[in-house]
């Protein structure tokens, strides 16, 4: 089960984002170790409950 957690550092980053503006998350959805690590942005979507299609559209 190793192979599936997060290196301390990711998993401590998405620690520290927790409770904090959603803008402060969203930021970290486009940065580098999100857009390479893909076990890291999974983590990052469950965490913050995002869909990973983005949001639906809305209603008419």
Same mark, same amino acid.
């Given at each position: 089960?190793? =192979?599936?957690? !997060?290196? #301390?550092? %990711? #998993?401590?980053?998405? $620690?520290? +984002?927790?409770?904090? =503006? $959603?803008? @402060?998350? *969203?930021? *970290? !959805?486009?940065s580098l170790e999100a !857009?390479?690590? +893909?076990? @890291?942005? #999974? *983590? !990052? =979507?469950?965490?913050?409950? +995002?869909?990973? %299609?983005?949001? +639906?559209? #809305?209603? $008419?």
């Open positions: 089960m190793q =192979e599936h957690s !997060l290196p #301390a550092n %990711l #998993a401590k980053r998405i $620690q520290d +984002l927790i409770g904090r =503006e $959603q803008s @402060y998350w *969203e930021d *970290e !959805l486009y !857009l390479t690590n +893909l076990k @890291y942005r #999974a *983590e !990052l =979507e469950r965490s913050f409950n +995002l869909d990973p %299609l983005g949001p +639906l559209p #809305a209603r $008419q």
